[in-house]
């Protein structure tokens, strides 16, 4: 490994990244990059088209066309770039071609149909997929799990109650319960039907869900609840249907944004669509008509092909690439950072939202993922925003400092019990959710995250606050609390150990915590061990699955990135490994300035029902026990990871190779007497014994 990196080749580096960043930002202010996922994705997207009677031939034909080119050469689907086929994915795709008019003679349909079928067919895939085929009378709704629409009327004190699932979960929830208690079938041409993908006749076939193995437990005490919904669903008179009927229907037409989505995501905007569609709302009704038209500012279009994102990211994106920049020496009075920082400002969220639920008292002020998502703004984007904003130099500094103190306010109140911040609620942790038939995808709860969380400290730590505040002293708490015994942390948002490790020492060395104690040497010393032959980091999202792979995978831009800004932090500049990954950065960047990564390197679910890290009592439990094709994970290629996270390492170098320090934020610090508060008891001891 080539470790030494000459200065001019880190300043030519440095520099084709910061022209190629600012040759990308829209003329608005703001950056965002695709947001690739799986191919179930246009798989869904036609399904609805024909669920709605919208579409047609021209856009049918760009979506087999794209379903066609993600396809892999042993015929399956997968969830991420190099993972295994998915039964799941692979069907969902199989009958997306089948409604477009594909003949499953076709040697690629031939392929795909043998995997199936290897896998056991249509009868083992998830939940999800089962609605989907029940939709269309190519599977009985009496397989699929009941969630009636009574959900909406219990009160908010009942163990299982609509907000006690994540925002994700409950904005997808709600619509379904129209669509189970409508169970609506369109039937297809006999050319799109799929028998062939049962093991057995679709008449012979056992429809009933399966009964967990272990008599005693929250798994056989929701299905025993089920069996008893299934057969409720089946009396003629349901005294209190109409009102929640009605609950829902009025929760759906509030919730829709204003860009035609619900939550800013593709789940629920589907589900929603159909079930006004089931409720009499016609296609020219504005909120359908909204909606069906939302999807052209969610689509790409490129060599004939049609491809659908999950969702958008220009906040995200924006407050990124304002760091790298910055990191990289630019101005924070250049005109192209300015009108970045101008344009988040004025997309700060100051309404309310389903967060108030368990955080009534607390004014908003956060900021959301996507351009339109004023119902659930995250605390991850808007730590971010604010560490871009406070290092901008504006013109209207006295708005920004406003957006800043809102934003601050609203993510101290949003701390949950246990010390952390989640990504979008407070203190949203009832894990017996995940053990209900219906929740075999995904992840049911939003609980606190490292990465999150130490987004969060590092942002406080920007602002002048230290361990002594007692909010810090408490998250610093959770974050050593949740380190692994061989020194990494877990990754949330991003993959996996790499990122979680990325975020935690740069938030304790904001903080000023002692980077020569244990904890931290631990950490480094794994992200060196686990450094590539090439200089680079890389993880497959197979660690979510195999703990074979924490750490390990081809070197990616992001991930080496994450890895060396962990580094930077925990005071090894002039460490080999350190220059290793400059070097292997320098070394891949692309004439443009950018950089290439196919392989994912961000998450949306772990697949764990819980999204939390794997501790000895998860991982016995076998609903959540996945292989690496991450059947009931979802994970996600940021197409501007790969050029903002590696300049923000490169800058960051460059610039404690000079010497220098932190650039100075555009304010006094404001830390107060919050910063010579005493730290809490156990981190007063956990320091002083490091």
């Not at 659930?376 to 984007?381: G, K, N, R, T």
């Not at 002692?514 to 999202?541: F, Y």
């Amino acid at each position: 490994m080539r470790a030494h990196v000459r200065a001019e080749d880190l300043e030519h580096a440095v520099s084709g990244a910061v022209s190629y960043l600012m040759s990308v930002q829209h003329g608005d202010g703001f950056w965002v990059g695709e947001l690739e996922s799986n191919p179930t994705m246009e798989a869904e997207y036609l399904m609805l088209t024909h669920f709605l009677g919208v579409g047609g031939p021209e856009v049918w034909r760009k979506l087999r066309n794209h379903l066609l080119h993600v396809q892999r050469e042993d015929g399956t689907w997968g969830q991420f770039y190099g993972a295994p086929g998915d039964l799941s994915t692979s069907t969902e795709c199989y009958f997306a071609l089948k409604l477009a008019g594909m003949d499953a003679a076709d040697p690629r349909m031939c392929a795909a149909r043998e995997f199936i079928l290897s896998k056991g067919g249509v009868t083992e895939a998830r939940v999800f997929t089962k609605i989907w085929l029940s939709l269309f009378g190519q599977y009985d709704w009496g397989g699929v799990p009941s969630l009636p629409p009574e959900l909406m009327l219990l009160p908010k004190w009942f163990p299982v109650n609509l907000y006690e699932f994540s925002s994700w979960a409950r904005s997808t929830i709600v619509p379904l319960l129209i669509i189970f208690d409508r169970k609506p079938v369109r039937p297809v041409a006999p050319r799109a039907a799929i028998p062939e993908l049962y093991t057995l006749p679709p008449s012979e076939t056992d429809y009933s869900i399966k009964r967990p193995d272990k008599l005693i437990g929250w798994e056989s005490l929701f299905y025993a609840g089920d069996v008893v919904l299934s057969q409720l669903e089946r009396l003629p008179w349901k005294p209190t249907r109409a009102q929640a009927v009605k609950r829902v229907e009025q929760w759906i037409v509030d919730h829709q944004e204003a860009d035609g989505s619900w939550g800013g995501i593709q789940p629920p905007w589907v589900y929603s669509l159909m079930a006004l569609s089931e409720l009499g709302y016609p296609l020219d009704h504005p909120v359908m008509k909204r909606g069906i038209e939302g999807f052209e500012a969610f689509s790409v279009e490129e060599d004939d092909r049609l491809r659908v994102q999950a969702c958008v990211s220009p906040v995200w994106d924006t407050c990124l690439a304002l760091t790298g920049l910055l990191e990289a020496g630019v101005s924070p009075e250049d005109p192209a950072l300015r009108k970045a920082g101008d344009w988040l400002v004025r997309g700060q969220i100051l309404t309310g939202g389903d967060w108030q639920v368990k955080a009534s008292d607390i004014p908003p002020g956060g900021w959301a993922f996507e351009f339109h998502n004023n119902q659930y703004p995250d605390l991850d984007d808007t730590s971010e925003v604010v560490m871009a904003l406070d290092r901008l130099a504006l013109e209207d500094e006295g708005a920004k400092r406003e957006a800043i103190d809102r934003a601050v306010r609203w993510l101290l109140g949003m701390q949950s019990s246990n010390g952390g911040w989640a990504a979008f609620d407070k203190n949203n942790t009832r894990a017996l959710l995940a053990k209900i038939p219906f929740s075999d995808f995904g992840e049911t709860i939003d609980p606190p995250s490292v990465d999150v969380t130490a987004h969060i400290l590092e942002m406080l730590g920007q602002l002048g606050y230290n361990a002594g505040n007692p909010q810090v002293a408490r998250a610093l708490d959770y974050i050593f609390a949740e380190q692994e015994a061989d020194g990494p942390w877990f990754g949330r948002w991003g993959v996996n150990y790499i990122y979680g490790t990325g975020a935690a020492l740069p938030a304790l060395k904001s903080l000023g915590i002692d980077m020569t104690m244990k904890p931290v040497l631990k950490a480094a010393r794994w992200l060196i061990d686990h450094q590539n032959a090439d200089g680079g980091w890389g993880e497959s999202c197979a660690s979510y699955a195999d703990p074979r792979y924490r750490g390990r995978g081809p070197s990616t831009p992001s991930q080496t990135a994450w890895a060396i800004l962990a580094l930077l932090a925990a005071g090894e500049v002039s460490n080999p490994a350190t220059a290793g990954g400059i070097r292997h950065l320098v070394d891949t960047q692309r004439r443009d300035g950018s950089w290439d990564e196919p392989h994912f390197t961000g998450t949306g679910f772990p697949g764990y029902g819980v999204g939390q890290r794997l501790d000895a009592h998860l991982a016995q439990d076998e609903r959540i026990c996945q292989g690496g094709e991450l059947p009931a994970g979802f994970m996600i290629n940021y197409h501007m990871y790969r050029n903002y996270w590696p300049l923000m390492a490169l800058g960051r170098y460059r610039r404690l190779l000079r010497g220098e320090d932190q650039p100075a934020p555009q304010r006094a610090n404001q830390g107060g007497e919050r910063a010579l508060q005493r730290p809490s008891n156990r981190l007063h001891r956990l320091l002083r014994m490091w």
